[in-house]
């Protein structure tokens, strides 16, 4: 799907969208062969694409003078963003493809903006700036297949007047890149990005947050469809065929994982055949896109009746969520809010600690599935960038029982921290014989 000559896209291009994921399931199906006859439910479903509404050039110049307000708040002269960074996007509405070149977009705290690339790929740089907030003002500095981007990059930070001082690395770049930057500026104080990037992006605005609501119903009807068009004897990889055609008719790039039985015991399933049975447990898990932010979310049902052990499960985990919808709101330590989850679930004799609940709570929504912050103790171990829930926040809410050898049961809704509290983007899953109750 991707070449050499289409390494650097702009951020709507939804080809990217699994990129960003954890590795799940049945996520090498082919989904591309003919899906056959298109089930009423699927067929029923409505385009929302509509209601989508593209980011500006303003909106990301704002999000870029805040970028600078938090590097001189943290004493980082500029940042640079490198290949893969989805902050590239947020930013500047390009996508660096991670190639073994380096292409780097530079902000500098005081300054003009530059862009570092191939030489042979200046006309597509200028190109893909063209539409986005550096228009007018970013430089483009080039380097040739036999010279050093790195010692570039350096001088074009000692041009804007940073000769030393210290810059700011997105986390997620190269380590090679990184390293090659050190020893090219030997002056530099190298550090991390995060409390720039990530102090930007984790704090969402109404667009950002109608997008992400917007995703979270899209999934949520497509699952229903899905749903209501499953029968025994389909296989994951009917399911998947389900879940395109479901995407496709509301309008936006999405995917999910099913898992079936005791595969539902891993909260990340499992590559083999499964098939649906009459009364075994299903769990279905992902989300879709729309203007670049995600949407998470997983529903656990069961096709025909549940057990008694069933319902009991999905009750507890049904609790969790809620005691942990209740406990979060702006101010509240991220740990307290897994711990509150963590103890309706340990209390009820699935436990101890990760025994049975065996991941942390949740994670941050927004252009990535997960991002900053997450909702559990010694966040990102001890690297604690935001240790309490601030308001317009976006996690994940997904307590979950897993018991090996027999099934699990995971709750998933995306959270929106409000000024006082805290809702669901969707309703709560009532039961695992009514799991979409009377969504609309």
Known sequence: MFSRRNFLLVSSAAAFLSLRREAHSQRRDDTSATPGPVPSAIAALTDLSGRAKPFTNDERLARIERARQLMSANKIDAIILANSATSSVYFANIRFWGSERFWALVIPAKGTPFVVCPAFEEDRARELLSAGPFAKDADILTWQEDEDPFSLTVKGLKDRGISSGTVGLEENMKFIFADSLAKAGPQLHFVSAVPVTAGCRMIKDQHELDCIRLACHATLVVYRAVYQSLREDMTTKDVNRLIHMGYQKVGFPGEASLNIGEFTAS?????????????????????CEVEGYTSDITRTFVLGKATDKMKSVFDIVHHAQSAALAAAKPGVPLADVDAAARKVIVDAGYGPGFKYFTHRLGHGMGMDMHEWSYLVKNNMFGYDLHPVLKPNMVTSNEPGIYIRGEFGVRLEDDMHITENGAELFTPQSPSLENPFGNVS
């Open 267 to 287: 909260p990340h399933g499992s590559e083999q055949p499964q098939t649906i049975r009459e009364g075994t447990i299903l769990m279905l898990d992902d989300g």
